[in-house]
């Protein structure tokens, strides 16, 4: 037990063998030089937004502006909470972030699931995706943990690029056999502009693929048109 949490403790070291590489951050970073942070090929940054149907992170706004200024790919994200109505927490996730040309798809984050039905849980985050997806006219991306989708969520939203958490060397595993797209592989990575840790990903593919994530307005007025 005393090695494995040492190796839990372990400070994340980048990986080298992935093009694509970048961080998630909120508030709890607090302060971040985003200039600084985009010396280091940092490629793509997503961003807490909100979370359940009421909290917006402190520092998204500032956050939110600052990475594009900085030109780094940018996305933001919404953590779920099962026991609170999905048409509100879209609704306020709607309210709270604006996307423009070459900002990635917006992120659902869910992790648990709160004493809620896993049968309900799943109906639950197909709403929110779908009002997501209505609204900017682009899939949204959907963010869990390797056990987590392989136990709950394998096989119920093929339709939704993923970003799987798993703090290992190995690379995830998907239950139902289908690709990830982006890779959190660890959440104790060290980067100069950034007091304290965060998490490194990277993503799965080439420059080609990563920007076909990208909204843009003309994609997203023809999805709608569809």
């Not at 939110?64 to 953590?79: D, K, P, T």
């Not at 104790?188 to 304290?196: D, T």
Request: net charge negative.
């Amino acid at each position: 037990m005393f090695l494995l949490l040492l190796s839990c403790q372990r400070d994340t070291e980048r990986r080298s063998d992935y093009l694509i590489q970048g961080i998630d951050v909120s508030r709890y970073q607090l302060q971040i030089n985003w200039p600084e942070v985009a010396q280091q090929d940092v490629h793509f940054a997503f961003v807490k937004a909100t979370e359940g149907a009421t909290h917006l992170d402190t520092l998204f706004h500032k956050n939110w502006q600052l990475i594009q200024e900085a030109g780094i790919r940018r996305g933001a994200y919404h953590f779920f909470r099962p026991k609170t109505d999905a048409h509100r927490q879209a609704a306020f996730f709607l309210g709270q972030v604006e996307l423009r040309d070459g900002d990635l798809p917006p992120v659902l984050d869910i992790e648990v699931l709160d004493g809620v039905n896993p049968k309900d849980l799943v109906h639950a985050l197909h709403t929110w995706l779908s009002t997501v997806r209505d609204h900017y006219g682009i899939a949204p991306i959907l963010y869990t943990n390797l056990k987590f989708y392989n136990r709950y969520l394998a096989g119920h939203f093929d339709d939704y690029p993923l970003w799987i958490a798993r703090y290992s060397e190995e690379k995830p595993v998907l239950a139902c056999g289908r690709n990830w797209q982006f890779w959190q592989y660890g959440n104790r990575g060290h980067l100069a502009g950034i007091e304290g840790h965060v998490d490194f990903n990277v993503f799965y593919g080439d420059w080609l693929a990563f920007d076909s994530l990208a909204y843009s307005q003309d994609t997203a007025l023809s999805f709608k048109q569809d």
